[in-house]
């Protein structure tokens, strides 16, 4: 795409409409104004930030058609969609007057009078979806649109169900904000619940002008499956015990304990709104915003699970119900690296002959396949890299077998610098920040005389690397290095390399390289 505000250059039309500038931008597409070319309409055209190979257009399209039907009041109509040089893209009703959280931005408390019918509205196109099977995932002020006449017009079932239906690296991605999500969709097991919960959220976000979780993904995420919300009345002494009451019961974190349905959540508080005077309801109050990272959620829903028990398992006590008390757990960086390994990987590489990931030695020659295995050798030192790989938030892992010489290792987030995460046959591992060019430039973040899990010697040893933001979690052989803290380097090419300290003959096999998207 090409920058904030113009359409993307050469694709200045999809199907019947002409694009007219950028209005929107998210994790998983970009929102253009357009014009139908000859009934001079306005529509929203979203463009998703994929290309489809051609078997997968019957996917999308099967997809799209789902939505197309989906005909309510309060559901943005899908009026067009296609593909576009092999790039989806959907043409939907415009919303002119803007989203719920531009209307009402975060910090504002709202009336009863005005919260029950964005509910009843919401609630009443939820239902309408769920009684065709399809939970929205990502219900939020901010996908709440605004018609010709205020009307709430729900948006985005479109990336919900296209991100979770075509084959492409997205599919495996969470759909969701971290700020809404239920315990069990952190889990990667939404349900139509799921979609009551995030709508509880709100209700308590307007009712009180916070959020009931803050912090940091790592916080709010386990504040979602460990931590009761805070009582409404604690932040808003004026609500009454009945619409309290309401609402926490929709933010229960078993499913089975909130409403049946949305619709009944939404019946529910109306019953309870119902006998309020109206000295209990309070004027919008700007406060100020709480302070912290707004992280778009592109997590696989098995890292958005666990990354942050890290953070949460002292809160583990306060809610211990039934259906979340484990037996004995693992560490919980066991945890965080069981949950991010698993699933199905981005990028599977077994390494036993050159892939269309085209791996090369830095000088555009081939690297070494041999004996079923990717080899990395020279008289001192080498590197091997594939020629088409970036990555920033994910997990990678590689087998590796030390023949000649004493230390290997991984490069991630290589651009003029990266780090590296390397072991010494001896037992000793490091993390570095530095240049494949410039070695000089290195700068060391950890260095470990004794790592643990490595098997001396020639034997295979497995290297993990989890890395997510600032947070890079190291591991060998399944079992836990350390946790580094540093920002320096957000996203990157990735190698492996090999090398000797006495600059000897160095000959190191990889094998079984697997990448998983966070």
């Given at each position: 795409m090409n920058r904030?505000?113009?359409?993307?250059?050469?694709?200045?039309?999809?199907?019947n409409y002409l694009l007219l500038n950028q209005i929107g931008r998210g994790g998983f597409a970009e929102v253009y104004l357009g014009e139908h070319i000859y009934l001079k309409t306005k529509a929203a055209i979203k463009v998703l930030h994929t290309h489809?190979?051609?078997?997968?257009?019957?996917?999308?399209f099967a997809e799209a058609q789902t939505i197309a039907h989906l005909q309510h009041p309060h559901i943005v109509r899908v009026l067009e969609f296609g593909v576009e040089d092999d790039t989806p893209y959907l043409v939907m009703e415009y919303a002119p007057n803007g989203t719920l959280r531009e209307r009402y931005p975060k910090g504002t408390a709202l009336p009863l009078s005005t919260i029950l019918p964005v509910v009843k509205q919401v609630a009443s196109a939820l239902q309408y979806a769920h009684d065709q099977n399809l939970i929205h995932r990502d219900v939020k002020p901010e996908n709440m649109l605004l018609g010709e006449h205020d009307e709430v017009l729900l948006s985005d079932f479109?990336?919900?169900l296209i991100v979770q239906g075509i084959g492409s690296q997205e599919r495996q991605e969470v759909v969701g904000t971290i700020g809404y999500m239920a315990p069990e969709q952190l889990r990667g097991r939404p349900r139509f619940a799921s979609d009551q919960y995030a709508l509880a959220i709100i209700v308590y976000e307007w009712l009180t002008g916070v959020r009931p979780f803050q912090g940091s993904y790592a916080e709010v995420s386990s504040q979602h499956i460990f931590t009761p919300p805070p009582p409404l009345r604690e932040k808003a002494p004026d609500v009454p015990p009945a619409i309290e009451a309401v609402v926490m019961k929709a933010l229960s974190k078993d499913p089975e304990q909130r409403f049946a349905t949305i619709q009944e959540f939404a019946n529910a508080l109306e019953a309870a709104i119902a006998p309020v005077p109206a000295?209990?309801?309070?004027?919008?109050?700007?406060?100020?915003?709480t302070t912290r990272r707004t992280t778009p959620v592109r997590l696989t829903a098995a890292l958005a699970t666990l990354v942050l028990l890290i953070l949460g398992t002292a809160a583990y006590p306060l809610l211990a119900p039934?259906?979340?008390t484990p037996p004995?757990?693992?560490?919980?960086?066991?945890?965080?690296?069981?949950?991010?390994t698993n699933g199905t990987p981005a990028i599977a590489d077994s390494l036993r002959t050159n892939s269309p990931l085209l791996w090369t030695?830095?000088?555009n020659d081939p690297c070494l396949f041999t004996d079923g295995t990717l080899h990395v050798s020279s008289n001192s030192g080498a590197a091997c890299g594939p020629a088409h790989v970036s990555v920033n938030d994910f997990a990678f892992q590689v087998q590796v077998t030390i023949i000649k010489g004493d230390s290997a290792g991984l490069w991630f987030r290589l651009k003029s610098r990266g780090y590296y995460f390397f072991f010494f046959s001896t037992g000793q591992c490091d993390l570095d920040l530095g240049s494949l060019s410039n070695m000089r430039s290195i700068r060391s973040l950890l260095n470990l005389q004794r790592c643990a899990g490595i098997r001396k010697g020639a034997n295979t040893n497995l290297l993990t690397v989890i890395a997510h933001k600032s947070d890079i979690y190291l591991y060998i052989n399944k079992q836990y290095?350390?946790?580094?803290?540093?920002?320096?380097?957000?996203?990157?090419?990735?190698?492996?390399v090999g090398g000797s300290s006495s600059k000897g003959a160095v000959d190191v096999a990889f094998s079984n390289l697997q990448i998983w998207n966070l």
């Open positions: 904030v505000g113009q359409p993307p250059e050469g694709a200045r039309q999809f199907g489809l190979a051609q078997e997968e257009h019957a996917a999308f479109g990336i919900a000295h209990a309801e309070h004027s919008p109050t700007p406060m100020p915003p039934r259906f979340l004995t757990p693992p560490s919980k960086e066991q945890l965080l690296y069981q949950q991010a030695n830095g000088n290095v350390a946790h580094v803290v540093d920002n320096s380097a957000a996203s990157g090419g990735i190698a492996v």
